[in-house]
């Protein structure tokens, strides 16, 4: 049993974790391992396959780097020791955990970068949905018949991870193609784009549906035809003039079956067999890039730059980057990045502020508005490249007249359309924390919580998510009739007193307290049940704060960390998958880089576009590092 000076000496260690971090050592990381590990994974036992004799040496750390990566990944996911056994104090995994992260990271990216694998993966519904849009100029929505996407990876729903077809997909994609394709055909500006030819005097129908069929598979492959490919789809056009169906029914059987090919509905790069990464070949690139700036297939100025085998040239990827940011079209990376980076699009989903509490939120433009605020803000950084630090805080944002009422600020200018205005002086806004979607997401239904919005910085802006909370916490009881009146501070504080919940609460409830002049709506109040809100706490290192503004302060002393977790879940998002040991010398490097261009939003999408996991394929040779990037 942990007597008490070690229970005070764990609560001083963590006090200084949160921003020093105690620096681990090999001693300390083996001591725990013999304590907690060896009975199973030691000698002769080597449960689920896993022994730790070959662990012992620092040397191990360099040439056993996947087998201490595997030890990592479970003591992180408090996966191992199973439950039951005795188990590391909190601190001390941590501590082993930060130690490893460190010194394994190191030992990775002294070997340079390394490409991971572009993994074989379905476009998901919203990509699904603008692919279709783009290829055969519609405007509908193909895809809503579709099953949602989960989300995988750095918890985007693009991640490979999560994006396999079941036979339920393959039939509502064959009924999405058909109605889609049928639309089209009756639409004439559509039918110009994709139904290239109909008989007529001097052409053949055989001719008219080759040269349709011909132009439509590369675009819906995105890549050149092979030879004899387009001919193979011809073949089922034939069939049915054969069977006498007419010509718009004969080739649109043809084109249906191009969009159930897995070669449209995956993103499929053909394997690089050499023994060394490679550049991506052109028209990968093109896909790379659209798919990541835009969430779509690419158009036709990217397809000409491939088809001239110039996309991987620097200047003209940037000049690309460039022009896709300026297009409408990268709002839709925008919505997509940020609603998941930040949760809000959980908003009006899993998440609903009560509708009799907060009756505010249920009109339509004002919801609208609130949705759409984040999103507009980040596109406006990106669009005009300003610095990213204005996400945690920002003398503007883009709002309508809904969201500047609901903020209680009088803004001439505000009208229905959200526009960039800036906000009067001692508005407490500024940054993502002052806005309604966050702080409602980051709330109960019926009243805000210290707790998950303080769970919210830690893991959406920190990278740093607490650990999932012990089972059998009982609830926060509510006010009831003939109990004193308490304060949700006052009931959270009785929490805190207790040393095993402090370890987790001293680190999560003072960053929420500091909103707590914010309502689930994200109006401002200053006063709450009858009292004064008190919006002080103080960090695990001993800093005071007092409010938002203290807070934000707060969070840009620790901007590096910030940058770099948002670094981090852009390249997970831009590579579809999550991110591996090798990745994070990457975002290292895209991370400094951006800080010293004073965090400069088109230098973050710069670093990632030419960072070598985006540009290259992995060779036949696992983990080998790109010798010399071009
Ligand atoms: C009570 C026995 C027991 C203890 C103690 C224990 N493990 Fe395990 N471990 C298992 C079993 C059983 C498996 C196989 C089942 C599984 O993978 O969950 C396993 C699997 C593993 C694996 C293999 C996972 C993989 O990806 O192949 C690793 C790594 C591991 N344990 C690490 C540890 C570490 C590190 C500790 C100490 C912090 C530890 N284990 C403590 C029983 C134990
Ligand atoms: C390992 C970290 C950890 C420990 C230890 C821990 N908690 Fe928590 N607790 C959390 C997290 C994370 C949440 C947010 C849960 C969520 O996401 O819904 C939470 C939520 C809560 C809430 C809900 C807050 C609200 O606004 O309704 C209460 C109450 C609570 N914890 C009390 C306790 C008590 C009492 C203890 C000690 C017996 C304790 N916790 C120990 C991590 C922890």
Redesign the pocket.
Known sequence: MPGRTHLIALLSFLALHVTKGRAGSFEHTQA??TK??????GGK?S????N?TGLTSPESLQVKQT?WN??L???RNS????K?????ALDD?QDMVAWLETTLRRNACAAGFVPGAWPMRRLNRDEYSATIRDLLDVQVDAAHGLPADGAGGEGFDNAAETLFISPIHAEKYLEAAKEALDFGAKDPKSRKTFLLAVPGKDIMPEQAAAKTVEAFLPRAFRRPARPGEADRYLALFRNAQKRGETFDHSVLLALNAILISPEFLFHHEDANTSADPVLANDYAMASRLSYFLWGSMPDRALFDLAAAGKLQEPAVLQAQLERMLKDGKSREFAERFVSQWLGTRELGRDIKPDEKLFPDYYDAETQGAIRYEPVLFFQEILATNLSLLNLIDSKFSLLTNKTAKLYGLKIKEANQQPKVLEFPADSHRGGVLGMAAVLAVSSYPQRTSPVLRGKWILEYLLGTPPPPPPPNVPALKDNHAGAPAATLRERLELHRADPTCATCHNRIDPLGFALENYDVLGRWRTEEEGKPVDASGQLPDGTKINGADDLKKALLARKDVIIRNLTSKMLGYALGRGLTLSDSCTVDQIAARVAQENYSAQTLIRGIVMSVPFRYQPGTIANTAVKEVH
């Open positions: 725990l391992l907690y590990c060896t009975a199973c994974h036992a449960a689920g396959g896993f730790l087998e595997r030890l990944t479970r003591v996966e191992m020791p199973p039951g056994s005795p188990a590391p995994r």
